[in-house]
């Protein structure tokens, strides 16, 4: 095993959360730390080491390093695993990476624990984990704490899997620019499972947290804001099944959706508690499956007019953005830099929709059943919809009040080819011209609407369609 410690007396800092990930992960004790200084304290200094073998890298003082295309700290093993256990970092330079680990190996499993990571110039991620040969029993890890970014395509946080499972942990992301994508996950073959606390991105494309997965995604988060045309909140698409829990989204932009999640196999589940958006074709809950789909919400809020010709909204070329050259940056020769692999396959566009219209609640299964229960639902623009839902066998829908303000707009939509469609609401109010309140259909089965009140308003509009 390659191993590199750094310790320098006096010049840790008391890390809270990070301590109890740090012991957690690592199955020891909690280090004797001394508070007192910060990584804007350290001397300016880089760690790269690169092997064959197992690489240990264990980094006990704060590093700031300004120099360009150079990682804070780069563990890279060809047969074998790569720890890196560090606390604060701050890189200055363009296109330097705060953390960089990566492994080749058939079995090499990447570990990270940080503390603070923080990068200021274009294309410099905070934290990037790659395994790039792994067998579906490997593990990818990421574990920090709080992950600030700016500049263009620095992303928060990165890490991809060929197989295997990524878990990945967080404290907070903060980053700015365009396509500088807060958290961001990759498995070829295998799993994501993702928790945050809070998420913050500003510039065109910069996702919150996007994971994608061939298998299995999960994604638990507390608090996503975001701001920028194509900003989207959360985005989660899987192979299998693809399930978000989120307590908090905020989006401000051009086709900048709260919540994607989609799925090509079993389910898309979303459940979440308050959601607002405001931009031209930005939908606040947007889940699709070839399977079933869930949603569960309490709050859906969304302003925006329709966009035409609007599909959902591509995400940004790439895997979430196009990375800049390199991994880590590009290393001049001998230090351990370049990225000798190409990144993963770009992830896939998002599910298309009916029509470029700022929904509140739109739940599409190609293949079986929709359920929807929501709380209040609230839309302002034109053809923006409340709750629309359409499935191949039932669509169910439970809702609370619902309000539409804007040209055809309509307050619930349910269909069904195959099945039956139920709905139980709360009130339904639309506002505009051409609106409706509840459009129900169903080919082929029955269909049953209970609602407390329904009023319309508007030139040609309709209490039912």
Do not use: W
Not at 71 to 78: K, N, V
Not at 124 to 132: F, P, Q
Not at 185 to 203: C, F, I, P, R, Y
């Amino acid at each position: 095993m390659q191993q590199f410690s750094l310790i320098q007396a006096g010049l840790v800092k008391d890390r809270g959360l990070r301590l109890r990930l740090l012991s957690s992960a690592l199955g020891c004790g909690l280090l004797a730390l001394q508070p007192g200084a910060s990584a804007q304290d350290a001397p300016s200094q880089s760690i790269h080491v690169e092997t064959d073998g197992d690489v240990d890298i264990v980094v006990d003082a704060p590093l700031v390093t300004d120099q360009d295309g150079k990682p804070a700290i780069l563990g890279r093993s060809f047969l074998g695993g790569v720890t890196i256990n560090s606390q604060d970092v701050l890189t200055h330079g363009a296109m330097s990476d705060g953390i960089f680990a990566q492994s080749f190996a058939n079995d090499g499993e990447v570990l990270i624990v940080s503390g603070d990571v923080e990068t200021t110039g274009i294309g410099s991620r905070g934290i990037v984990a790659r395994n790039e040969v792994a067998f579906p029993s490997s593990r990818t890890q990421v574990f920090s704490g709080n992950v600030t970014t700016a500049g263009a395509d620095a992303i928060g946080i990165h890490a991809t899997a060929m197989a295997g499972v990524i878990t990945l942990e967080s404290q907070s992301v903060t980053t700015s620019g365009d396509s500088a994508i807060g958290i961001q996950a990759h498995a070829e073959s295998g799993d994501v499972q993702l928790l945050s606390n809070e998420v913050k991105t500003s510039g065109l494309n910069a996702v919150g947290i996007q994971a994608e997965a061939s298998d299995f995604v999960i994604v638990d988060s507390l608090a996503v804001t975001t701001s920028g045309d194509g900003a989207h909140g959360i985005v989660a698409e899987a192979g299998m099944s693809a399930y978000v829990r989120s307590e908090s989204i905020q989006t401000e932009g051009e086709q900048a959706h709260g919540i994607v999640a989609s799925s090509t196999g079993q389910i898309a589940y979303v459940e979440s508690e308050t959601l607002a958006t405001r931009g031209d074709g930005a939908i606040g809950i947007l889940a699709r499956s070839n399977g079933s789909v869930a949603v569960r919400s309490g709050s859906v809020s969304t302003q925006g007019e329709a966009i035409a010709g609007g599909d959902g909204g591509d995400l940004p070329p790439g895997d979430g953005g196009d990375l800049p050259p390199g991994d880590g940056g590009d290393l001049p020769p001998g230090d351990g830099g370049g990225d000798p692999f190409p990144p993963s396959e770009p992830v896939d566009t998002l599910p298309a929709t009916p029509n470029g219209a700022a929904m509140g609640i739109l739940a599409i299964s190609d293949g079986a059943d929709v359920f929807v229960e929501s709380g209040f639902v609230s839309t302002a623009g034109s053809g923006a919809t409340g709750i629309h839902a359409s499935a191949q066998t039932d669509t169910i829908v439970i809702s609370d009040e619902i309000q539409t303000s804007g040209e055809s707009a309509i307050g619930l939509l349910a269909r069904s080819r195959f099945g039956d469609v139920s709905v139980s609401s709360g009130a339904v109010s639309t506002q505009g011209d051409f609106s409706t309140g509840i459009s129900l259909l169903s080919e082929s089965g029955n269909v049953l609407v209970l609602s407390e009140a329904l009023s319309t308003a508007g030139f040609d509009s309709a209490a039912f369609g």
